[in-house]
């Protein structure tokens, strides 16, 4: 029998709202329970990011927290330090908490950003002597997180929104000549995502050809209306659990790196 959360030696939990699904719950506790370290992982579905204070002083035992939508970047402000990653992005997915050993005291939140590594190990796999250019489907923290990890790896991006603002383009402005200069598509936007699976970003499906691949971050379902769309039309396709399962694993080595 799984025990609860306070009684856990080391607690973590993911921070966002709403949280329809959680995969990360349900691979920690596995791991947790096969490896027989006495942890658990819950859901902290908080509607507002200020009750994040009453959250870490509620549970003396939390080591570590995930971050998602809405509040990857809006919880900067509410910690000690950034990892450089997190700092250039400007955006958190991981939080550590660093405790005093002796008391249990908490010394410091630290913000890191495991979306950039996950992202960034899937793209060597998906490269060809065609796509030396990507256009990212949004502006929020996943975008930024897989903006850099592609430029990390020397190739173009060019970031889209609904919002027209320097540098970025709304979808209305893609062209075919625009299209066929980036073979590398990724959704960035949460759009598609269960429940709301018959959503998908405005793109110019028409316009791609199996020289591209369409990327979509979102994993549930595990084919998006963005991937059926874009392979009607012969692109590649690939969701987001590869990513989301190599960022949970950073994030664990994160959270763990200096020992418990």
């Known amino acids: 029998m799984m025990k609860s959360p306070l009684d856990c030696k080391y607690l973590y939990g993911l921070i966002g ?7 990360s719950r349900d691979f920690f506790n596995r791991k947790f329970i096969a490896e027989d370290i006495d942890a658990r992982y819950i859901n902290f579905a908080i509607e507002d990011l200020g009750l994040l204070m009453e959250v870490i002083a509620e549970y003396p035992n939390l080591n570590g927290l995930n971050v998602t939508a809405p509040y990857k970047e809006a919880v900067i402000p509410l910690l000690d330090s ?34 950039v590594l996950g992202f960034g190990r899937t793209i060597p796999a998906i490269l060809t002597p065609q796509r030396t250019a990507a256009m990212v489907l949004g502006t929020g923290g996943a975008a930024k997180a897989v903006q850099a990890a592609l430029l990390k790896h020397g190739i173009e991006v060019q970031l889209v929104s609904r ?8 979808y209305e402005e893609i062209t075919r000549a625009m299209v066929n200069n980036y073979k590398i598509i990724v959704n960035a936007t949460p759009l598609g995502k269960y429940p709301d699976d ?4 405005d793109f110019p499906y028409r316009f791609l050809t199996s020289e591209h691949i369409c990327y979509d ?15 009607k039309y012969g692109a590649q396709t690939k969701n987001g659990i590869e990513m989301l399962l190599l960022q949970a694993f950073d994030s664990y080595e994160i959270w763990t790196r200096d020992g418990y």
Do not use: W
Not at 17 to 23: D, E, G, I, K, Q
Not at 82 to 97: E, M, S, T, Y
């Open 17 to 23: 709202y709403p949280l329809v699904h959680s995969f």
């Open 82 to 115: 950034l990892d450089d990653d997190a700092r250039q992005i400007g955006a958190v997915n991981v939080i550590k908490f660093i405790r005093d050993k002796s008391s249990g005291d908490l010394i410091e939140l630290r913000g890191y950003n495991s979306d």
């Open 163 to 170: 919002r027209k603002s320097e540098h970025i383009v709304v």
């Open 198 to 201: 018959n959503q998908c970003p």
């Open 217 to 231: 971050l979102v994993y549930n379902p595990e084919e998006t209306l963005f991937m059926k769309k874009s392979a």
